[in-house]
């Protein structure tokens, strides 16, 4: 365990708390998975959903280790060549999204021979945050002009983006708004920014209405319901989610300050989506506030640290990728409690490493590696300038060493011509006497 723990580089503290969450994570999802369970007839017996994420924090955490091994200027290439790819897997997923509990959930594809479903709106997020912080990298010195930039930069975010927004309204909001952080962070100029705003703003609203003009249209099948979660959400009239959202504040309100203890949750039998979307508000009715803001806690320590770890990159892109990847992580966790105690519209983002859910597990693991291999070359290097320091000093002692050595001799040797001196001149013996 040890030799295990010493071959972990890079930041400690960020290792620590993504092991403290991943830990916390089994509690909850072991509880929650109980509706689950009984779902179509089961017997409900949840060391199967247990066991399940077992596997999936297992293999994330076999994802973190091998992708922070990969020296992270390596991404950016592979986000050059992974756009292409990216785009391909949004297209087909929105064509032969899969269908979930008979629902559409364009989100998904089932990859072959495996078995599971896979969300590709979270690979395509972590590879377009990587190819616009590669961007700011390369720009950051040159002037920027704007209709260069709107052929490398923007027509890739825009292009991504419209392949994801039919069908996850949430994710893509959540991707446009930490890319135009990121350029305000990457020293974009502000009036570009403030175009760019608008401009998408005016291409939202041309979806929406498009989507009204065909409404039959397997394309626009999720506007619909991403629009009336908004509509309802901002007239307070009843929908389809409001059982979700009742039962969600039931839970939390039952929580209380100290909760009803772990595995004893009421409300995780009616909350369709338990272990995944309202995981947060089983985890206050459970633990209760105290264990709610210990979780806030957790999260908010997290982004000190990618602040500090961005701080300390040696360089500008090491600095973007930390802002790129992981500040998008902390956000979606915030969403996710927002979602919870009813201060945002049901959005289906998950709590990171704490919901269940292999797909995206996976991808915060990747992005989680990446931005540990941005603190391991930090150590690299601050080992590289101790070693050298050092070796310089140890090139010192062996200097100084060898100085007091030579003047050893040299004082010995004028000591031996003074002793023949005086016995070749006798008058200087004389005088010696």
């Known amino acids: 365990m040890k030799e295990l723990i010493y071959n972990l580089k890079g930041d400690k503290v960020i290792w620590s708390f993504v092991a403290l969450l991943a830990l916390f994570s089994f509690m909850p999802v072991f509880s929650a998975s109980s509706n689950l369970a009984y779902m179509n007839h089961g017997t409900g017996n949840t060391i199967s959903y247990l066991l399940k994420h077992l596997a999936h924090i297992f293999i994330g955490f076999i994802i973190i280790f091998w992708v922070h091994k ?6 950016r290439g592979i986000s050059l060549f992974g756009l292409p790819i990216v ?4 297209a087909y997923t929105l064509i032969k999204g899969t269908v979930i509990a008979g629902a559409n959930a364009s989100r998904w594809i089932q990859v072959p021979f ?22 700011l990298s390369k720009k ?20 991504t983006l419209a392949f994801i927004l039919p069908a996850n309204f949430s994710t893509a909001a959540l991707i446009f708004s930490m890319v135009l952080m990121l350029a305000f962070v990457g020293k974009y100029p502000l009036k570009y920014i403030g175009f ?24 626009f099948s999720r506007v619909d319901t991403w629009t009336s979660r908004i509509e309802n959400f901002t007239s307070n009239k009843p929908g389809e989610d409001d059982y979700q959202i009742e039962k969600a504040k039931i839970a939390i309100a039952s929580g209380g300050v100290y909760g009803l203890g772990p595995g004893k949750s009421v409300q995780k039998n009616f909350l369709p989506q338990s ?27 997290l982004f000190f640290r990618f602040i500090v ?7 500008l892109f090491g600095k973007l990728l930390v802002v790129a990847l992981g500040f998008p992580m902390i956000f979606q966790a915030m969403i996710n409690m927002a979602v919870a105690v009813e201060l945002l519209p049901v959005t289906g983002q998950t709590l990171p490493l704490i919901s269940s859910g292999g797909s995206s597990i996976w991808m915060t693991c990747i992005a989680l590696g990446i931005i540990i291999n941005v603190t391991k070359k930090e150590e690299e290097i601050a080992e590289e300038i101790k070693d050298k320091a050092r070796r310089e000093s140890a090139l010192q002692k062996l200097i100084d060493k060898q100085l007091e050595e030579e003047d050893a001799e040299e004082n010995g040797t004028e000591k031996n011509y003074s002793i023949e001196d005086n016995t070749k001149n006798p008058m200087d013996a004389v005088l010696n006497k």
């Open 275 to 301: 272990s995944s979307d309202f995981i947060y508000a089983i985890i206050v009715e459970e633990w209760g506030l105290i264990g709610g803001l210990g979780v806030l806690s957790m999260y908010l320590l």
């Open 196 to 219: 760019i705003l608008g401009t998408g703003i005016v291409m939202l609203i041309f979806f929406v209405l498009l989507s009204k003009a065909f409404p039959d249209s397997h394309f």
């Open 114 to 135: 495996i078995g599971i479903t896979f969300q590709t709106s979270t690979l395509a997020s972590i590879v377009l945050l990587v190819y616009v912080a590669k961007y």
């Open 87 to 90: 785009w391909i897997l949004l």
């Open 140 to 159: 950051r010195e040159e002037e920027v002009s704007f209709q260069a930039s709107f052929l490398e930069l923007w027509l890739p975010v825009f292009g």
């Open 70 to 75: 990969v020296p992270y200027h390596y991404y």
């Open 309 to 315: 770890a961005a701080h300390k990159a040696n360089t």
